[in-house]
């Protein structure tokens, strides 16, 4: 790992194939919920880095594997952090929406 790693965002793209091979693992969007109305990555919860509090009702079980985007991949870095902190053992921040180039809901 170089120096300038750690500036490296993660790619989304990537992320999220690993989330789809990836039995029982949850997608998590940490955006406003307006910003999920605007599209989202199909099969993703929203949850809203403000009300992490609430991810029980999204992902009850900690040892599951939690995947978590948001726009940039700023608000996934550290709601990863807050989610570790809160128990969940296996947090990977997949970055921002905004480099995906798969399908969108809305």
């Known amino acids: ?19 789809n091979d990836t039995p029982g693992a949850v997608l998590l969007d940490v955006r406003t919920p307006e910003e999920y109305r605007e599209g989202h990555i199909p099969g993703s919860k929203n949850v809203p880095l403000q009300a992490l509090e609430t991810v029980g ?30 128990g969940y053992s296996d947090v990977r921040n997949i970055g921002g929406i905004s480099s995906y180039t798969g399908k969108v809901a809305r």
Do not use: H, W
């Open 1 to 19: 790992m170089g120096f300038f790693d750690f500036l490296k965002s993660p790619d989304i793209n990537k992320g999220v194939k690993e989330y």
């Open 57 to 86: 009702s999204a992902a009850g079980d900690r040892s599951a594997p939690l995947f978590v985007y948001c726009y940039s991949g700023n608000r996934s870095r550290q709601a990863a952090g807050i989610l570790t902190k809160m």
